[in-house]
Each structure stands twice: as structure tokens, then as C-alpha cells.
């Protein structure tokens, strides 16, 4: 069975770094398109990053030349690596996987002003 663990998130102040990591069991993870989405309270899901499993990368015009998503197929990891972090970033930030639109549970990520 498919599993996404994400972990990393915390609280930060603003322009700070965080670095996000989803691990995944249960998939032939080097054939998944992996991506990184975030939910406000009250708001929507949404996208943030995507790695494609031929490594083409795909940003949110909101965190593009802050944030870096990369992968390891040898770890069947991906990561978020969240720099220059600002308030409007805090959210739970959760991993995706495709095909099949697998979720992991999410982590917490808060910035302070």
C-alpha cells in the first residue's frame, strides 16, 4: 500500500529556511510525478512544486526562486527546500503522488513575522 510520510516542518521566522522531506514506501516511486501542495487554515489546496519522474521541475509563480523541490530515487524521497520564508508561506504543506493522487498525511509549516 501506498505510503507518503512528510516531516520537517516547524515554526521559523521570516527569511528563514526550511528544508520538507516525504518519504515513500509501497510504489515504484522512480515512475511517480511527485509534488509538493499547502493548505492555509481556510483555504484551498494548493500547488506549490512538482518533480516529474524524468526530473523536469514546475513552481507556483508564488514560491518560484525561493523554493527547490528535488528528488532520490535511491531514497524514494522527495524535498522541499523552502528558503527566504515569508507569513503567507504557513500552511501544512502536503506531498502528492501520480498517478494515483496519493497524499501523505502533511506537516506544519509556520512563519513568524
Known amino acids: 500500500q501506498v505510503q507518503l510520510v512528510e516531516s520537517g516542518g516547524g515554526l521559523v521566522q521570516a527569511g528563514g529556511s526550511l528544508r520538507l522531506s516525504c518519504a515513500a514506501s509501497?510504489?515504484?516511486?522512480?515512475?511517480?510525478?511527485m509534488a509538493w501542495y499547502r493548505q492555509a487554515p481556510g483555504k484551498q489546496r494548493d500547488f506549490v512544486a512538482t518533480v516529474t519522474n524524468g526530473g523536469r521541475t514546475n513552481y507556483a509563480d508564488s514560491v518560484k526562486d525561493r523554493f527547490t523541490i528535488s528528488r532520490d530515487n535511491a531514497k524514494n524521497a522527495v524535498y522541499l527546500q523552502m528558503n527566504s520564508l515569508k507569513p503567507e508561506d504557513t500552511a501544512i504543506y502536503y506531498c502528492n503522488a501520480r498517478p494515483g493522487n496519493r497524499w501523505g498525511q502533511g506537516t506544519q509549516v509556520t512563519v513568524s513575522s
Open positions: 509501497g510504489l515504484s516511486f522512480s515512475a511517480y510525478d
